[in-house]
């Protein structure tokens, strides 16, 4: 039986990219009805609004996107495309796997989680302008949201068997609002007695990321904080092209390359489509379609290892036509070799 998503192809190279892990799903055998729905820069150009309703009853109905980059229009009131998403479907865990592949960085050896709160913080866009010259941004953080982004963090860690979690923060300056969610995630760690709670405050999270990023294990942090530590994450193992994500929440999950659109590289059939494939492969482990997604996995480590077939980005001279091509024969091998 196939599987309905949604796809959302986005603007920029999210196209190419889009197209590169549909073929490549394809080669791991999983079959797909896919729902392809416009969104972004270019939707907003042509009607006014970057995401329309028929995107989100869309998501609703399939329960699963895979989303290229979108643009935004600077201006105009509009809101983010992904905020909008994560909020009017609820997704409130944004999972970041930030995991080295061969021969990309060398300088680093990477394997840990970002887990970040998606609905709250700074980015539930609660803003007033007090006086001329005066703006005040409130950061908003609630008991519900801080114990259920705990509980996926700590029930993540479980799963893929992660022996810790560790806790960023900044209670010891912001003692309210940062002081609810640590305490708050402090509750729920004895509901795990097989993973160990860490904690840390978010400056030294970024300098103990550089220096020994493995040691936080999987790390759950508030919005911004996980924004931020997620792209310095991704710097350690090569760029925002390497890294895939994921918005779930109860009733609906997104995967989407978190790269920007690169105007600039559209339609060049240059762009590396590595961060919206590894996004398809966390999908398909929320599908259920694991032996699909570790196919694909072992596709991924083996093209980057040999080096045969690789994208400019990193020192090849492939396409994204070239680089697919050989992705989905090689996923085609493993698939015949292993069964």
Known sequence: MAHSITLIPGDGIGPEVSAAARSVIEAAGVAVDWDVQTAGLEVARAGGNPLPDRVIDSIRANRFGLKGP????????????????????????????????????????????????????????????????????????????????AEFAFRYAERHGRPWVTMVHKANIMKISDGLALETTRKVAPLHPTIELREMIVDAAAMVMVRNPNSLGVLVAENLYGDILSDLGAGLVGGLGFVPGANIGDDAAVFEAVHGTAPDLAGKGIANPTAMIQSAVMMLHHLGEKTAADAIQKAILRQYDERKVITGDIGGNAGTTAFTAELCRLVREIRETSG
């Open 70 to 149: 979108c643009g935004t229009p600077i201006g105009g009131g509009f809101r983010s495309v992904n905020v909008t998403l994560r909020q009017t479907l609820d997704l409130y865990a944004n999972v970041r796997p930030i995991k080295s592949l061969p021969r990309v960085e060398e300088r680093f050896d990477v394997d840990m989680v970002i887990v970040r709160e998606n609905t709250e913080g700074l980015y539930a866009g609660l803003e007033l302008m007090i006086m001329p010259g005066v703006a005040q941004s409130i950061k908003l953080t609630t008991e519900r949201s801080s114990r259920r982004i």
